[in-house]
């Protein structure tokens, strides 16, 4: 089944303790990419990767790290998590943001994070 | 990055109403339209898309209408139900609207 998956679904932090938040996907998709959702201001990208090894930063990334070692896997990094970044969370895969290619996003189920 | 505007952010309707929700966008190279829905407590998933070398689509109640000229395209709901009820995101290049709540009351 083709999927994104997302994990922890919920997590309650301390302020300050470094964490993951892991995305992994089987459809072989280039594009893959992280958004934090907060009531009223809809869906906004914090770091995008075109392919592996090619990341950038999107609207909002201050806080926030990523890697693209494999093609699979995209996981989020809160070096030192603070309470502005409680938020629910989204990882998001498609064959590619642009030209022919560009497809659909196929979206993890959401990661809802607080940060006490 | 580019921007993609969403109106309304908010939209109250009767049951078999119409609703229309609103975006426009800015990179005029861009040729794929997608909306997505997201019902409470749950993942945006695709509804319907269009891409730019159409003006219309069509899918039963839903439709998608594009406007390259002026870098809009909308999303049409006839004879809403109940279970329209959701948020409503448009996106352009993997950048998403704001989101628009619709009601839907019985």
């Known amino acids: 089944e083709a999927q994104v998956t997302q994990n922890p679904r919920y997590l309650i932090t301390v302020t300050g303790k470094k964490l993951t938040v892991t995305c992994s996907q089987n459809?072989?998709?280039?594009?893959m990419s992280w958004y934090r959702q907060d009531p009223g201001l809809g869906l906004r990208q914090i770091y995008y990767?075109?392919?592996?090894?090619?990341?950038d930063k999107g609207d909002v990334p201050e806080g926030y790290k990523v890697s693209r070692k494999e093609k699979r896997n995209f996981p989020l990094i809160l070096e030192s998590p603070s309470p502005n970044q409680t938020s629910l969370y989204f990882c998001a895969s498609s064959f590619s943001r642009t030209g022919t290619r560009n497809t659909e996003a196929f979206f993890g189920q959401g990661t809802r994070l607080t940060v006490v | 990055g580019e921007n993609v505007e969403q109106h309304p952010s908010t939209l109250s309707v009767q049951e078999g109403d119409s609703a229309v929700i609103k975006c426009t966008y800015s990179?005029?190279?861009?040729?794929?339209f997608p909306w997505y829905k997201q019902e409470l407590g749950k993942r945006p998933q695709l509804i319907i898309d269009i891409r730019s070398n159409v003006g219309e689509k069509k899918d039963q109640r839903i439709a998608v209408t594009l406007n390259k000229t002026a870098k809009h395209f909308s999303l049409h709901i006839t004879e809403t139900q109940p279970e329209d009820s959701a948020v409503y995101f448009c996106a352009n290049d993997m950048r998403f609207g704001a989101g628009t709540r619709l009601t839907v009351k019985p």
């Open positions: 990767s075109m392919n592996v090894e090619v990341t």
């Open positions: 990179d005029s190279a861009s040729n794929y």
């Open positions: 459809m072989n998709h280039e594009y």
